[in-house]
């Protein structure tokens, strides 16, 4: 069983920057790919970013990309996501979440965390 909890999430306005992070906690591994999901009231999970945990490798959606970046801390076994240049659509709330290692990035996640509210002002 693996534990993952968001922090990070407030109210910004549009332009503005947010760091997200997800704590994890419980039976994780070096081979674990972590990724950031957002949902908005109404609406169905989407993907945004993933990161292996083993060497770096970094996937992001044509939406977020640019503008989010992705990044782990393997010695606080946390991921980041450091959102720049925020968007009033960007509102949503955020999620994190694992799975054992594998080439696709997208789907397939075993482990959720809370999520965090996120939301962007004009």
């Known amino acids: 069983q693996v534990q993952l909890v968001e922090s990070g999430g407030g109210l910004v306005q549009a332009g503005g920057s947010l760091r997200l992070s997800c704590a994890a906690s419980?039976?994780?591994?070096?081979?674990?790919?972590m990724g950031w999901f957002r949902q908005a009231p109404g609406k169905e999970r989407e993907f945004l970013a993933a990161?292996?945990?083993?060497?770096?490798?970094?996937y992001y959606v044509d939406s977020v990309k640019g503008r989010f970046t992705i990044s782990s801390d393997n010695a606080k076994n946390s991921v980041i996501l450091q959102m720049n240049s925020l968007k009033p659509e960007d509102t949503a709330v955020y999620y994190c979440?694992?799975?054992?290692?594998?080439?696709?990035?997208?789907?397939?996640?075993?482990?959720w965390g809370q999520g965090t509210q996120v939301t962007v002002s004009s």
């Open positions: 979440a694992a799975r054992e290692g594998s080439i696709i990035y997208d789907r397939g996640y075993n482990y």
């Open positions: 419980g039976h994780t591994f070096s081979s674990y790919v």
């Open positions: 990161i292996a945990w083993t060497h770096g490798r970094t």
